[in-house]
Antibody
Framework: VQLVESGGGLVQPGGSLRLSCAAS????????MNWVRQAPGKGLEWVSY????????HHADSVTGRLTISRDNAKNSLYLQMNSLKAEDTAVYYC??????????WGQGTLVTVSS | DIQMTQSPSSLSASVGDRVTITCRAS??????LVWYQQKPGKVPKLLIY???TLQSGVPSRFSGSGSGTDFTLTISSLQPEDVATYYC?????????FGGGTKVEIK
């Protein structure tokens, strides 16, 4: 199992970014997926969930309306579209495989920095 | 939304000590409770799911218990490699909230 995030970087407040997570080593379409973030020196924060087909999504209140999770099962890829970014969105963003009971595999993370 | 509260926020114990970390849910979550270990500078690692089921490869000195609102992670004999921050997470339904974390250090 391998999860590789990309797309992080420095963006100005109010800007946009799209994170990607490339999955391999398992049948991607069999698993729900999540995004979890961790601000520098802080704890873990669950961000978003998407079902196997992509028909069901959930987002944390702190990101609803600004961050949107999606997936492309044909490309074995998970995405997080990030709009209207704020300084408090600065964090390492992890792509996490969901077994319905836990997040069992985590990517290495991609750093998003929102600053002017 | 259900809140997850961990205690203590940090602890210091000697090698060989028994260590207990508590996680409390503001409402019942049956046994949908997960524990993770995050070593400094590393990615979180799954330790325990369904409150008490040890993930494959995790040392048997780790154990979990509880149901409903009160859960416990126990390290039966603390080892130097257990220095880490431990997080609980509810997994019954979204939002999949984490606890604030417990930092474990060696005395």
């Amino acid at each position: 199992v391998q999860l590789v995030e990309s797309g992080g970087g420095l963006v100005q407040p109010g800007g946009s970014l799209r994170l990607s997570c490339a999955a391999s080593g398992f049948i991607f379409s069999d698993y729900p997926m999540n995004w979890v973030r961790q601000a520098p020196g802080k704890g873990l924060e669950w961000v978003s969930y998407i079902s196997t087909s992509g028909s069901t999504t959930h987002h944390a209140d702190s990101v609803t309306g600004r961050l949107t999770i999606s997936r492309d099962n044909a490309k074995n890829s998970l995405y997080l579209q990030m709009n209207s970014l704020k300084a408090e969105d600065t964090a390492v963003y992890y792509c996490v495989r969901d077994t319905y009971l836990a997040g069992d595999y985590w990517g290495q993370g991609t750093l998003v920095t929102v600053s002017s | 939304d259900i809140q997850m509260t961990q205690s203590p926020s940090s602890l210091s114990a000697s090698v060989g000590d028994r260590v207990t970390i508590t996680c409390r849910a503001s409402q019942g979550i049956r046994n949908y409770l997960v524990w993770y270990q995050q070593k400094p500078g590393k990615v979180p690692k799954l330790l325990i799911y369904a409150a008490s089921t040890l993930q494959s490869g995790v040392p048997s000195r780790f154990s979990g218990s509880g149901s409903g609102t009160d859960f416990t992670l126990t390290i039966s004999s603390l080892q130097p490699e257990d220095v880490a921050t431990y997080y609980c997470q509810k997994f019954n339904s979204a939002p999949f909230t984490f606890g604030g974390g417990t930092k474990v250090e060696i005395k």
